[in-house]
Structures are given as structure tokens and as C-alpha cells.
């Protein structure tokens, strides 16, 4: 009798102990912020509000970069959500300005938190600079702020962004996306084309063809088998391929634009004479 | 030890009737009538046994050259053929297959180079000091030693047995001119009837050797040293356990036909075994073993001058494995059952470093950590006739291998996206063997069938770069089992005096694996010609044939000849690679009263039957004459023995078809070596 009273208490005890827990589970998934994970390169302060810009990366380069961005009520200290958030990127030259390729803002599972992307061509110095100007609802009231920010080279110095006249005498941006990681794999490989219609408009280009021929200039220009073209993928505007990396070390990614007539826009083919393509990303891992 | 004595019945009695360091499968003639049986045995059971050390016995005199490399002895015999890619680490082959195609084991023992390059076959790993004798079984025969197509070879190890023996030992020195190599050996033994232990180590260092007309080869320096104990106790009048113990170190080893050297290859092999007289009161000579080995093997670049990219290639290989096997005589039947098992693991990688500095390193797993479990089982039975026998054994493993590390998989899915990271095969092997004696007569026929799965590299390689063809090799996970269907028949004609032998076989090997360029692949090592992958190919087919004879032309002088013909072609009658000439030698022996003397000749006729498409040229025929001195002194209860030689007399500059790249072999060497003993 001794044993099953001890057990009886033991099971009540196990079954208190983990009904605690789980309720502490559900406490901390409110309490962790999902931003956690990210940095936060930007908090702008406003009277009655802030806005924050979140990234993956530590910092903001040259080329493709995602942003989380969500907009803080001061005073009730929430995040706020229907805000209609949409932003323009602008570089500010000494005789010009221009702006850069984007996504929308759309909102993420976290209503509150919303992402987008924005390549930038080039970076900032003393005397040029980038800024964005953020337009969202807030409290009812149509709101406009303009920030500056800094955009710098990548560390590496490795091109991930190309800026080009194509044959059809249209200017072209060209951005690598993904992987950010590489692996001596085949990656999922992702870029982002845009035709720049004016200075302050482009658009994202669909359904051309980016051939991708990655190859390793300190071994004698070695490439890999079973790396796939970059191709339109409509849901999400990118364009998706394989990368096949067969070691680690320095890789420039040869690339040829050819447009839905299967014309080249911009690019060479690699041989023996042409070692390099005019149109190419680097990557170092 | 009756099995030994079964399966190898001259192991007890090489002290009267081996007469040279090979064997050639006969015994001397004037012990002929005595032995009639394990005569017939032998001729059935193995191809040939090449005595290796014997040195506790100090059986030197009746070698040609003591102390001589290992990979030398295993030249000496009649099957085996070495590749060569400097003076250390040659590659056995038999019937013209190399490694992948061999199973060789030390003592029983499965173990893999860690050497993605080949440059560390692992008749590397131990020494002459090591060793009693190579048992070698041609196609199927070497079954009993694991999968094989090619053959079998086991590397036998020297052990005392339980006597009263006490203390012996000895040391032994030689002396080579040719490439300065000196030699320095001893062993130090203990024997009770209850307990032995046997210590032994072996020392060389060569410089550069000359070929003919003392053309200098540089990198074919080597360094090694190799130390062993074995020890044994007996636990009853019918139980005893043995240990055994070899490190081995070879450093500073050139390659000269190869574009990397060798800074550190080293070895450490170890097991415990457990012997009892009989099993279930009908098994007999019950022996288990468990054991493990480790290799580290690292190719090292920094001493070559123009290296475009200078890199690091480690490799390590890790096996431990087991085997029991028993006798069962009933009546006329004699059987052997071997259960045996091993698991391995190989993995080397290779690291680049670019010219600019700027740049990170460039690393890739050229073997993916791949573990490979393997256990089989063995039976044979060995029915004696009046007048003739037959031998009936089979093979039966289970064989899987997976490749364990991520980034190595994720490699090879580059070029095999769908690939799975295990592959599993069922490994059979069967073979029957007649044998029949018609007054002087023996004639021996077989037919077999064996399989065996693809190589660590064959399998899972990445960018191998092979310097024979001057291609890089990428391994092909899914290759099916290469199987081979072969036939072997020889007609022996012996008298007291001489005797003659005929043989030859023919392997019909299918899905035979080779590398096959794959043009739409770019390579990787800055310099080659293009990238093979393994494929199998439909078929294969080779065929040897040997005419061999011996002539005691008095009790003092024997003469030995032999010529053979080789051929090898894939589906499309194309020429295989690696695969010999015409070739022959000849020697004519003396030994009376501790004196010995010999003068032979070997060579080979011009390699016609090439291949450029592997990387060949055609190698031009050559001939070379050695030979030796010895002469045995008594000092007391100790012995002295001396023996001196010269090879190559004539220091012709050639190279044969198993030297890769052609690199030219030694020249004129002369040789000199000192052996004490104490007893």
C-alpha cells in the first residue's frame, strides 16, 4: 500500500510539475521578442512613436538587403499593426539624386513586423548619402519621416551587386541574394533583377534567364557540375537556380543575362582565352 | 596450428624443403617420395607461399637477399607483380589487378591504407622483421581471406611457439650502395613452455637512388621504422591467448613519380586472439581474434620545387574487425569454417593553399568519412580421393557502406544529387578446384565465381588525382558489384630432378569498375587533363599464362625458369592498363657446406599491349643480371652469416610496365648483409 501511495504522489507531483511548465512555456513564447535573432541597425525616435529597422546582417552594404521594420506605440508600449508602411530609398549625389530597386513593405505572421528588401547600387561617403523615407498611419494620422542612413561596401569587398547597360541599351541591376551561407553543396541559389526605368523607378524584371558558370581563378578557373540557370519565379519576383560549390575558397560566379528571346543582354561565355565573364558575383567562404 | 598446417602444409617443414626464398608450389626432389600428400595438398590448397623473415631460425642463407624490403620478397614471387611510384610503398598485384581488386590482409587481419593516392599499400605498414611468409591464393583461392577477384594474400606474422626455448635473439644489418640504405635490425625472444615473447625492430634510411648509367631519381629518399611484440600464454594444456602489437613509422618519404611526397605515414595494428585445440569436442584448432588498427598517412608538397598550388592531404584509416574459424574432419571431408567481420572508417581531405594570401583556404573531403561494415563467412571442404582431390569453398558477406560526415555527402550530391548515403550489397564467392595425379602428372583445373564491392575511392572519391593518366577521379556511389567468372588449369610433369610446370587462367570480370572520362566536367588539379569518374564497364577480360621449371642439376646446383604471357581487354577489346608483358627470368642457384651462391636473370619483352588512354606508354623490353654471395659461420653456439650481392650487374637504365609514370628502377646495386644470432 506504502509503495502505490508513494507512486500516486509521485505521479500527482510529475503531472503539477509539467502542467507548471508548460503554462511558463506559454508565458516566454508571448515575452520573446521575435526580433531577438535579428540587429537592430536603426531606432528612430518620434514624440509618440519609434521606428525600428531590423537586419539579418550587422550592417548595411552595398547590394541586397532584407529589412524588418515595426513601429512602436510609446506609449502604450506595442508594436502597432495596419500601419499601411511603405518606404523610398534614396541616394543623394552631389549633382543628382537617384533612388534603388525594392521590394514592397508587406507584413510578416507578426502583423506588427513588416519586411521588404532594398538593393543598394552604391555606397555612402562624406558627401553623398542614402536616406529612406518611411509614409504609415499612425494614430489615424498620415506619417512621413526620412532618415539617413550609412551603406557601406561589404568587408570582403566582394561584388554581390551589378549595375550594368544591357545590349538593349537599358540599364540593369542585378543583386545576389541567397545563399548567404555557402556551402561546399549544391545551394539554392537567388538573385533579384531589376530594369531601371528612371532615376527614382524600377522595376523588377521578369521571366529572363541568368546562366550561371561558377569558377575558381586560383585553380586554373576549375567550375562545378549541375549548377541550374537563373529562372523567373513569379510568386516571389526572385530568380531561383542551383550553385554548385566544390570546396571552399574564393568563387566568381560567371553570369550571362539573356532576355525572354533567349538574346544576351550582358556576358561572355567562359573558355579558355575568356577567363571571366563581364557580368559575374564573387563569394568567399 | 593444424590448421596452418592444413591449409598451408609447409609451413612446418620449410626448414628442409624450401630451397629459395620462393616456392614455387614443389618440393625439392629429393624429399619428394616422402611427401607425396601434402604435396598434392598444397598444389590444391595454394598458389605459393613466399617465405618472408624466418629470422629467428636464421634461414638467411637460403634467401637471396636477407633484409631486403618486404615489397622485394613479394616481387620475388612468381604471382605477384609490384607498381611502383619510388623505393618504398610499392602496390602488390596479382594476375594483373591491383588493390581494389586484392584482399590483403596482415595476419588475418583486414586493414586500408589511409592514403587516397594509393601511396600507402598496406604491405607498407610492416616489415620483414614482422614476418614468417606471404600466403598467397590466386582469384577465389584468396577468398578465404575476404572478397577478392584478383586473389588473396595474407601476410603471416613471425611467432615463437610454447617451448622451452628460453632466451634467443639477433641482430642484423645490411648495407645497400646503390641509394646508401642502411638497415639495422635485432629481435629479442623468450620462450617457456607456458609463455612466449617475441620483440622485434627494424630500422631503414635510404638516400636518393641511381638508376642505370647513375642517373640520379630524385625523391626516392626514405625513412622507417618498425617495432613489433607478440606475446603469448598458454591458459590450459588446450587454451592459449596471444597479443600482438606493431607500430610503424615511415617518414620523409619520396615519391618521385608522383607529384607529393610523404612526411608521416604510420601505423599502429594490435589484436588479441584466443586458441583452443578443439570446439564441441568435434571442431579443432579453434582460433578467434579481435582487433584494431589505426593509419595516419600525410602527403606533404613543401619539398617540391614549382608546385602551382601548394596543398595538405592527410588521411586517416581506422578498422577493427574479428574472425573465428575451426576444422571439422569427418571421414574423407576436411572443413574449414571462418566467420569474420570488420568495420572501417575512411576519411582524408585536402587542403589548398591559394597563391594569393588574401584568399580563404581551399578545402574539400576527398573521402567523406566512409564507414564500411562488412561480415562474412567462409566455408570450405576438402575432399581427399585415392589419387586425387577436390575443394569446394564459398563466401558469403553481407556489405554496406555510408558515408558519415555531412559536408562530405553534401560533396558528392554535386555529382550524384539523388544519391543515398548507404549502400548495402550481398557478396558471394564459389569455387571448386580438382586436382589429379596420373603417375607423374598433376593437373589442377578450377572454375569460381567471386564478387566484390567498389572501393573506399572507386565508391565515394573526390578529385583524385592520379598522375598515371593525369586525370582527377570522382568516385561513383552506385556502382554495381563488380563480379568475375574464372577458370584456372595447370599440368604439372615432375621426376626427382626436374619438373615443368604449364598453368593459366582466365578472369571474365563483369561490371568492371575503371575511371572513364567524363568530358563535361571541368578539373580540379591545376595542370590535368580531364576528369574520369568510375564506371562499370560491361565486362573485362584477362588471361595469364606461366611455364615455369625447375632442374636439380646436382645436390649443389638448381636451376629455375620461368616465362609468362598476360592479357588484359575490356568490352571493346581495348587494352586495360597495368598489364604485363611478355616476361621471364631464370636463376641458377648453389648451396653446399653453409656456402651459397646465386646468378639470375629477369626481364621482359616490349610492352606492346598498351594504352595511352590510361596513361601508358610503351614500355621497351629490358633484361638485368644479379647476383649473390653467402657464406654461414659457426662461432661457438651463435651463428654468423654474411651475404653479399650485386643486382643489376650490367646498370641498364629501364622501367617496366608497373612503374608508374616510368619512372627507371635502380641500377647497380651493391649489397651486403650481416646477420647474428644467439641462441
Not at chain 1, 31 to 53: G, Q, R
Not at chain 1, 175 to 195: Q, S
Not at chain 2, 27 to 44: G, R
Not at chain 2, 181 to 209: C, H, P, Q, S, W
Request: charged content about 20%; glycine content about 6%.
Amino acid at each position: 500500500m506504502k509503495t502505490i501511495k508513494y507512486l500516486s504522489l509521485l505521479f500527482i507531483a510529475v503531472f503539477t510539475l509539467a502542467s507548471c511548465s508548460k503554462d511558463d512555456y506559454d508565458d516566454t513564447i508571448v515575452e520573446t521578442d521575435p526580433m531577438e535573432a535579428y540587429n537592430l541597425l536603426k531606432e528612430f525616435v518620434y514624440t509618440d512613436h519609434t521606428v525600428e529597422l531590423y537586419s539579418e546582417k550587422t550592417l548595411i552594404t552595398t547590394g541586397y538587403n532584407s529589412f524588418f521594420v515595426r513601429i512602436k506605440d510609446i506609449s502604450t508600449n506595442t508594436f502597432v499593426e495596419n500601419v499601411n508602411l511603405s518606404w523610398m530609398p534614396m541616394m543623394h549625389m552631389e549633382t543628382m539624386m537617384h533612388s534603388a530597386p525594392k521590394s514592397v513593405l508587406t507584413a510578416t505572421e507578426t502583423p506588427s513586423i513588416y519586411n521588404g528588401f532594398i538593393v543598394f547600387q552604391m555606397p555612402g561617403n562624406t558627401t553623398e548619402y542614402w536616406d529612406i523615407t518611411f509614409n504609415y498611419t499612425f494614430k489615424g494620422a498620415q506619417i512621413s519621416k526620412t532618415e539617413q542612413i550609412e551603406v557601406q561596401s561589404p568587408a570582403d569587398v566582394l561584388s554581390k551587386v551589378s549595375s550594368f547597360m544591357g545590349s538593349d541599351d537599358t540599364r540593369y541591376i542585378l543583386a545576389y541574394v541567397a545563399p548567404t551561407t555557402p556551402e561546399v553543396a549544391i545551394n539554392d541559389f537567388t538573385a533579384v533583377l531589376y530594369k531601371m526605368e528612371d532615376m527614382m523607378t524600377f522595376t523588377n524584371v521578369e521571366n529572363y534567364k541568368v546562366t550561371v558558370d561558377p569558377r575558381m581563378p586560383g585553380m586554373g578557373n576549375h567550375s562545378s557540375p549541375n549548377n541550374e540557370d537563373l529562372t523567373y519565379n513569379a510568386k516571389n519576383g526572385m530568380y531561383e537556380g542551383k550553385l554548385s560549390l566544390t570546396m571552399t575558397g574564393y568563387w566568381k560566379v560567371n553570369l550571362k543575362l539573356l532576355n525572354a528571346a533567349n538574346e544576351v543582354l550582358k556576358g561572355e561565355d567562359v573558355t579558355e582565352d575568356n577567363l571571366e565573364s563581364s557580368l559575374y558575383f564573387e563569394l568567399e567562404f | 596450428m593444424k590448421l596452418t598446417i592444413k591449409a598451408f602444409p609447409l609451413k612446418g617443414m620449410r626448414m628442409e624443403y624450401f630451397w629459395c626464398a620462393i616456392f614455387y608450389g614443389i618440393f625439392i626432389p629429393k624429399l619428394y617420395s616422402q611427401e607425396v600428400q601434402a604435396d598434392s595438398l598444397k598444389l590444391v590448397q595454394l598458389n605459393e607461399v613466399v617465405l618472408i623473415s624466418a629470422g629467428k631460425q636464421l634461414d638467411y642463407q637460403k634467401q637471396q637477399k636477407p633484409l631486403s624490403t618486404l615489397d622485394e620478397f613479394l616481387e620475388s614471387s612468381r604471382s605477384i607483380n609490384m607498381v611502383k611510384r619510388g623505393a618504398y610503398a610499392w602496390e602488390p598485384t596479382m594476375n594483373n589487378m591491383a588493390s581494389e581488386r586484392l584482399a590483403i590482409t596482415i595476419d588475418g587481419m583486414q586493414i586500408f591504407g589511409a592514403c587516397t593516392d594509393k601511396m600507402d599499400p598496406i604491405t607498407s605498414y610492416v616489415d620483414v622483421s614482422n614476418l614468417a611468409e606471404a600466403q598467397i591464393g590466386s582469384g577465389q583461392q584468396g577468398a578465404v581471406f575476404g572478397n577478392t577477384i584478383g586473389g588473396g594474400i595474407n601476410l603471416k606474422l613471425d611467432k615463437s611457439n610454447f617451448s622451452a626455448k628460453g632466451w634467443n635473439g639477433s641482430l642484423e644489418s645490411a648495407f645497400e650502395g646503390n641509394n646508401v640504405m642502411y638497415v639495422l635490425g635485432g629481435d629479442l625472444n623468450y620462450a617457456t613452455e607456458k609463455f612466449y615473447v617475441n620483440t622485434d625492430g627494424i630500422y631503414r634510411k635510404a638516400e636518393n637512388y641511381y638508376a642505370g648509367g647513375n642517373e640520379e631519381v630524385a625523391f626516392s629518399q626514405y625513412e622507417k621504422y618498425n617495432f613489433s611484440i607478440n606475446s603469448g600464454f598458454k591458459l590450459a594444456e588446450d587454451q592459449s591467448i596471444s597479443a600482438t602489437l606493431i607500430y610503424d613509422e615511415a617518414r620523409d618519404v619520396g615519391y618521385p613519380a608522383l607529384p607529393m611526397d610523404v612526411s608521416l605515414a604510420q601505423a599502429l595494428i594490435s589484436s588479441v586472439s584466443f586458441n583452443q585445440d578443439s570446439l564441441f569436442s568435434s571442431f579443432s584448432n579453434w582460433e578467434s581474434k579481435v582487433y584494431y588498427n589505426t593509419i595516419k598517412h600525410v602527403m606533404d608538397d613543401t619539398n617540391r620545387p614549382d608546385v602551382p598550388i601548394h596543398m595538405d592531404m592527410p588521411g586517416w584509416s581506422e578498422t577493427a574487425g574479428f574472425y573465428s574459424q575451426a576444422n571439422l574432419m569427418k571421414e574423407k571431408h576436411h572443413f574449414f569454417l571462418k566467420l569474420d567481420g570488420f568495420y572501417n572508417k575512411s576519411y582524408a581531405e585536402m587542403t589548398m593553399y591559394p597563391t594569393n594570401s588574401d584568399e580563404p583556404l581551399m578545402f574539400m573531403l576527398t573521402w567523406p568519412d566512409v564507414r564500411t561494415k562488412d561480415v562474412g563467412f567462409y566455408a570450405e571442404d576438402y575432399i581427399s580421393f585415392k589419387k586425387s582431390s577436390l575443394k569446394l569453398s564459398t563466401r558469403l558477406a553481407y556489405h554496406s557502406s555510408s558515408v558519415a560526415d555531412e559536408f562530405g555527402l553534401n560533396s558528392l550530391k554535386i555529382f550524384y544529387p539523388e544519391m543515398d548515403e548507404s549502400n548495402t550489397r550481398f557478396l558471394k564467392s564459389l569455387s571448386v578446384l580438382y586436382h589429379k595425379m596420373l603417375n607423374d602428372f598433376h593437373i589442377n583445373g578450377s572454375i569460381s565465381y567471386g564478387e566484390r564491392a567498389p572501393s573506399v575511392s572507386e565508391g565515394y572519391g573526390f578529385y583524385l588525382f592520379n598522375s598515371f593518366d593525369n586525370h582527377d577521379y570522382i568516385g561513383y556511389p552506385d556502382l554495381n558489384t563488380e563480379s568475375s567468372v574464372e577458370t584456372s588449369f595447370s599440368v604439372t610433369y615432375k621426376k626427382p630432378i626436374f619438373e615443368i610446370t604449364a598453368s593459366a587462367n582466365y578472369f571474365h570480370v563483369s561490371n568492371y569498375i575503371i575511371g572513364e572520362v567524363d568530358n563535361t566536367l571541368s578539373t580540379m588539379t591545376i595542370g590535368t587533363e580531364g576528369v574520369k569518374i568510375y564506371t562499370n564497364l560491361d565486362y573485362a577480360r584477362l588471361f595469364n599464362t606461366t611455364l615455369s621449371g625447375k632442374y636439380a642439376i646436382s645436390n649443389a646446383f638448381k636451376w629455375t625458369g620461368q616465362i609468362s604471357y598476360h592479357r588484359g581487354v575490356d568490352h571493346r577489346n581495348e587494352n586495360l592498363p597495368l598489364i604485363s608483358p611478355l616476361s621471364y627470368r631464370s636463376a641458377l642457384n648453389f648451396y653446399k657446406n653453409q656456402y651459397s651462391a646465386s646468378l639470375s636473370l629477369s626481364g621482359a619483352g616490349a610492352q606492346t599491349n598498351y594504352n595511352p588512354a590510361y596513361g601508358e606508354t610503351k614500355t621497351a623490353a629490358y633484361a638485368t643480371i644479379s647476383s649473390s654471395f653467402g657464406k654461414r659461420f659457426f662461432l661457438k653456439e651463435n651463428d654468423l652469416f654474411v651475404k653479399a650481392g650485386i643486382e643489376n650487374i650490367f646498370d641498364t637504365n629501364y622501367s617496366t610496365y608497373t612503374d608508374w609514370n616510368n619512372i627507371p628502377r635502380m641500377g647497380r646495386n651493391i649489397y651486403l648483409t650481416v646477420s647474428y644470432s644467439i641462441n
